[in-house]
């Protein structure tokens, strides 16, 4: 995979279309894949916190989530083909989920946006089997890493901003062979 460095972030020279046809494939073979979608405060972040930086580190693809970024790839000649936004992944990765027939495991935002959003999907997506939902304020996750290790879905969306998701997912990746996406704010966007 091609890779373009920005300020320490090793980020996937890819097009959108590029991306979500490797991540098809990745799913098809289940393999198992962390993906993170930084945008430029997660750049920033990562350069103060080493850990955080471990924790991307560990990310298959790191994807250009923000023009920021990609005016930043620009400025320092490493430019990158275009934003990738974790919001528009998550909807063709549900698209894909749809047709065939996968499952899916939520986990992120407001008890009250995590329920709208599992009536979203069953509306606009009915083959996707969801095989867990959970609000992303606990205290203690183990209630959730178990019903991971035991549904196996085929796709982690993990909504609890940064940094908690990342760490959320380089902790649990090897509970299945998934692909494990951290979503920011997009489930208060897919209950809207
Ligand atoms: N969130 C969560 N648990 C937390 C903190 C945040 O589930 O402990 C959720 C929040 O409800 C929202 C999402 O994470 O749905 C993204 O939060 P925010 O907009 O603060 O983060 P960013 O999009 O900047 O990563």
Not at 14 to 30: A, V
Not at 50 to 66: N, P, R
Not at 168 to 178: E, G, H, Q, R, S
């Amino acid at each position: 995979k091609s890779t373009v460095d920005i300020l320490g972030i090793n980020f996937l020279s890819t097009t959108n279309h590029e991306f979500i046809e490797q991540l098809k494939k990745d799913s098809l073979h289940h393999q198992n894949r962390f993906v993170v979608t930084a945008n430029p405060e997660i750049v920033l972040a990562a350069r103060k916190d080493k850990e955080y930086q471990k924790t991307i580190k560990q990310a298959d693809y790191v994807i250009a989530d923000g023009i920021g970024i990609i005016i930043g790839g620009s400025i320092l000649k490493t430019p990158l083909p275009e934003r990738v936004t974790g919001y528009d992944t998550l909807i063709s990765l549900l698209n894909f989920a749809n047709k065939y027939s996968k499952k899916i495991f939520l986990v992120g935002a407001k008890p009250e946006v995590i329920s709208q959003v599992q009536v979203n999907i069953k509306n606009d997506f009915p083959n996707i089997k969801i095989v867990g939902a959970y609000d992303g304020y606990f205290k203690d996750d183990h209630h959730i890493t178990s019903a991971i290790a035991s549904s196996q879905p085929d796709f982690v969306f993990a909504a609890l901003g940064f940094p908690k998701q990342e760490y959320f997912i380089a902790k649990n990746k090897n509970l299945a062979p998934a692909i494990w996406m951290g979503v920011g704010g997009s489930f208060d966007v897919l209950a809207g």
